[in-house]
């Protein structure tokens, strides 16, 4: 039901009018939709009436139905693009017909005479809804002037063409100038405080229309400004994608340089290392043949002098042996730890890596850490870069002696796990804290003194590990120990 009275209302109207003629016509259809709803309910209760009591239809109801007429055809004229024809209708002929119907058929009852006048004075208040008193003033005024006339008129008019025996003629006619007076008085007092009314409500919609403009205007400057906002908030995005794109090439050259840096820091060491050891193993390799090549030629003197079983020099002979043979494996094991990193992978065994690693750094821990071995594999060989994997062993074995403040224990465990070899440095050192944990394999993380570490071995252990599609892990707990755990592919032995 409100649809069909909405689309009623808003009959005629488009988008191409203005908000106030829209506004004017929307008001139009609603007098017209109020008038005919009022003659209408007024129409079926007289047509109830004259049923019931079946007395004949005058034309004072007659009226009614064409006031009824009037506005639906005008709702019509509204409707198929005539809003001006349409409050013509609305303007002139209900009053028309309201006050003189009857009277052109002689139809006059005494009751007109009373409350036609104020029916008038209702209706005058039309124009000030269907009209504008600025942009429609002639029309407007002329409006106003046409219902004050109607007014005036209607009493004169009844005089002439009523009946001589109605009984309220003489009383208006002895009382005719107060009777008039206050038919002009209501009719101006309304319609001037109703135009009133209309004044400041114009002054009101002038200022609200101002606002509204600068409304809009402060609108269309906020949309621009919300447009420049993100033309602005799109470059600058496109300079933050940039910047990211420049700071992960950034990021990615600065982790290139650590690992090239890292890769440069070991390779000099070695490189030293390497000269280092070949030097040494040239000068300690002389003397040593010199004193293997004596011993032999004092044995061979003894047996010429028959002293080759005393007893009391077999202890020396035993000792010198044992020595020379110490010697000569500590450098070995100096030359396999300095090989060069460029050198071929090959089948090694983890076992003597392990064992030449203890070698080398047995002046480090003796009398003072015990070394437990349990080797519990038969064939530890893994395919690696044999001094890559001496450098590996070198730097879990001295964090472990570097652990341990006083006495303790390492335990060094291999087993096979899968298709994995496995080999665990376990220590009873005062162990690493959480936090200092998860940096531990970070280049140049350190928590040694200055000139006792770099920070670099765990991380290239790692690293190296890694490149041998193998895997390092380390658990920790404080005062009780640390292990590392380090898994490689075994190559069985055939």
């Known amino acids: 039901m409100s649809k069909i009275i909405n689309s009623i209302f808003n009959a005629g109207t488009s988008t191409s009018n203005s908000q106030s003629e829209n506004r004017n016509i929307v008001l139009t259809n609603v007098i017209n939709f109020v008038i005919f709803s009022i003659t209408l309910t007024d129409l079926i209760v007289e047509f109830l009436f004259h049923f019931l009591n079946n007395g004949p239809i005058g034309y004072g109801t007659l009226r009614i139905l064409l006031i009824a007429l009037i506005a639906a055809f005008s709702l019509l004229l509204s409707k198929i693009g005539y809003p001006k024809l349409s409050k013509f209708f609305l303007t002139i002929f ?7 119907f009857p009277s052109l058929f002689n139809f006059i009852r005494e009751e007109f005479l009373i409350y036609v006048p104020f029916g008038i004075v209702g209706l005058s208040l039309i124009p000030h809804f269907i009209y504008s008193f600025k942009k429609q003033k002639f029309i407007y005024i002329s409006s106003i002037a046409y219902f004050l006339l109607m ?25 005719l100038l107060f009777y008039k007076i206050a038919q002009v008085a209501i009719f101006s ?7 009133y009314l209309r004044i400041r409500n114009s002054e009101y919609e ?18 621009e400004s919300k447009e420049e906002l993100t033309a602005q908030n799109e470059e600058l995005l496109t300079y933050q994608d940039e910047l990211n794109a420049k700071n992960e090439k950034l990021n990615k050259a600065l982790s290139e340089l650590k690992a090239a840096q890292e890769k440069l820091i070991e390779a000099e060491k ?46 020396y002979f035993h000792a010198i042996d044992e020595g020379i043979e110490r010697v000569v494996d500590i450098v070995k094991s100096l030359g396999r730890y ?5 050198m071929p992978h090959e089948k090694i065994s983890l076992h003597e890596v392990i064992d030449d690693t203890l070698l080398m750094l047995y002046y480090k821990y003796k009398n003072r850490i015990e070394i ?13 870069n044999e001094g890559q994997l001496h450098q590996v062993a070198m730097n879990l074995i001295i964090n472990a002696i570097q652990a341990i403040p006083d006495k303790g224990e390492i335990i060094i465990e291999t087993k096979k796990v899968g298709e994995k070899l496995q080999m665990s440095i376990k220590d009873s050192g005062i162990g690493i804290k959480d936090n200092v944990l998860k940096n531990i394999f970070d280049p140049f993380f350190t928590t040694k003194d200055p000139g006792e570490g770099t920070g670099l071995g765990l991380s290239i252990s790692k690293k190296i590990i890694q490149e041998h599609n193998g895997s390092i892990q380390v658990e920790s707990m404080l005062q009780k120990g640390t292990t590392f755990v380090i898994q490689l592919p075994i190559v069985t032995e055939k």
């Open 94 to 100: 209900p009053v028309l017909i309201l006050a003189y």
């Open 270 to 315: 070695m490189a030293s290392l390497g000269v280092l050891t070949a030097g040494v193993a040239h000068e300690i390799n002389n003397p040593v043949n010199y004193i293997y090549n004596g011993i032999i030629a004092i044995e061979s003197h003894m047996e010429e002098l028959g002293l080759k079983d005393n007893e009391e020099l077999k202890p």
């Open 151 to 175: 007014l005036l008129m209607y009493d004169f008019v009844m005089f002439e063409i009523a009946p001589a025996n109605l009984n309220i003629i003489p009383i208006i006619k002895g009382n």
């Open 372 to 384: 437990i071995k349990k080797y519990q594999v038969k064939e530890p060989f893994v395919f690696a």
């Open 338 to 342: 300095s090989r060069n990193e460029d």
């Open 189 to 195: 007092f309304i319609n001037f405080s109703v135009f």
């Open 206 to 223: 002038e200022k609200l229309e101002q606002q509204s403009q600068k409304l809009e205007f402060q609108n269309i400057e906020l949309k």
